[in-house]
């Protein structure tokens, strides 16, 4: 076999800026290996994270698009794998299915990431045909990949255990400014919210949660993320056990949402929408407490960012969270869908500076300890490579 493995990593990239894209990018440019020599198809095929998961007439153009520079790349570098991320949603599948089959096809073996923790839930409900069709696909993979040990039981029944492995996220400690101010050193306080504006990443309790602060404490909100209102886009993060509520009471939930921004933004509310990576890193230097109550996570490279910005955080423990945020230590967690609990947990922190000040100090340790971009390439580096070692 050659002394350097050839790698197809067939991932998007931003925009938009959502976690898969944002931390495919961060990945890929922080790819040194002299082993593996990784060749990049974009597969982004929207520019907005609200068309996600929509199968039209636009995604099928773009998809197409993007098969042709994939088998061209497929046919000039040869490679011995393909690096891709799997869908959970039945548009995304089926665009999955082709890149999978074309590879294998072409003597490819594939490692599929998938960066959620909701595959179980999706397949769940999905009709009988649709589940084996799934389970066929995913044995053509030589291994799926998942960003926390807490995560590998989504393919309990659907894959060995061996051919599930771990990924965790990683960010570049180097890249995020010193404090502007020590946390918690003035008020108004300062809480920051980054990711979906949505049902799914618990923003509904966030707002509750403000209303009953805002009353109390001098604080403010920033919330920095694209606003997902559509029902069908919004529930295909929530797992099995709230997936249901969320379709009985979308439009009051997405009501009440609208109205927290309508109400209170340009007050004590300051929302930015989508912003660049250095607009969120310079907004961690100024913030007091990282918020993200989500219902489902895989691991949030958000929260990575905000401790390594020396911020506390405060969410809930789902995915592949409680690897990253040790409660008590760096963060505090609460229950899923608990709005008086997170308030109470905000309080928490904004009565204990001192404690913040510590607990954010520890998350970027941790960070720069454990959760590296050049330790998450290198553990990537070593499995493509044994993957593409198993073609001997």
Not at 38 to 44: A, E, P, S
Not at 130 to 138: E, I, K, P, T
Not at 360 to 382: C, K, P, S
Request: aromatic content about 10%; some cysteine; proline content about 5%.
């Amino acid at each position: 076999m050659d002394a350097v493995v050839r790698a197809v990593a067939a991932v998007p990239t931003p925009p938009p800026y959502a976690g898969p894209e944002v931390g495919m990018a961060m990945l890929l440019q922080a790819w040194r290996s002299e082993r593996v020599r990784l060749y990049h198809v974009r597969t982004t095929l929207r520019r907005s994270n609200a068309a996600k998961g929509r199968f039209d007439i636009a995604g099928i153009v773009a998809f197409a698009r993007v098969f042709v520079r994939y088998v061209w790349t497929l046919l000039r570098r040869r490679p011995a794998v393909v690096f891709l991320l799997l869908s959970s949603s039945r548009a995304g599948l089926m665009r999955d299915a082709w890149l999978i089959v074309t590879a294998r096809l072409l003597g490819c073996r594939v490692v599929a990431q998938y960066r959620g923790g909701n595959f179980e839930g999706f397949l769940q409900r999905q009709a009988p045909a649709w589940r084996r069709a799934v389970g066929m696909l995913l044995r053509r993979l030589a291994c799926v990949v998942v960003q926390g040990e807490r995560l590998r039981a989504q393919f309990t029944g659907l894959l060995p255990a061996e051919r599930v492995q771990v990924l965790h996220n990683g960010v570049n400690p180097e890249e995020f400014p010193p404090r502007r101010r020590p946390v918690l050193q003035a008020a108004p306080y300062r809480l920051l919210f980054v990711g979906h504006v949505a049902f799914a990443k618990g923003f509904r309790e966030l707002a509750r949660a403000y209303r009953w602060l805002r009353e109390r404490y001098a604080v403010e909100l920033w919330v920095v993320g694209t606003r997902i209102a559509q029902p069908v886009v919004a529930s295909s993060f929530l797992p099995p056990q709230w997936y249901a509520y969320y379709w009985q009471h979308a439009a009051e939930i997405e009501a009440e949402i609208d109205a927290f921004l309508q109400q209170l933004q340009g007050d004590t509310v300051r929302f930015f929408g989508h912003v660049h990576t250095t607009v969120v890193r310079e907004l961690m230097a100024e913030a007091d407490v990282f918020v993200l109550p989500s219902y489902s996570e895989g691991a949030s490279v958000a929260v990575l960012e905000a401790m390594a910005s020396g911020l506390p955080v405060v969410t809930t423990p789902v995915g592949a969270l409680p690897e990253l945020v040790e409660a008590g230590q760096t963060g505090v967690l609460v229950s899923v869908g608990a709005w008086e609990e997170l308030a109470e947990a905000l309080a928490w922190c904004l009565q204990h500076p001192q404690w913040c000040q510590q607990a954010g100090e520890r998350a970027r340790q941790r960070v720069r300890e454990h959760f590296t971009l050049e330790h998450t390439a290198a553990q990537l580096e070593q499995l493509l490579w044994g993957v593409a070692r198993g073609n001997d």
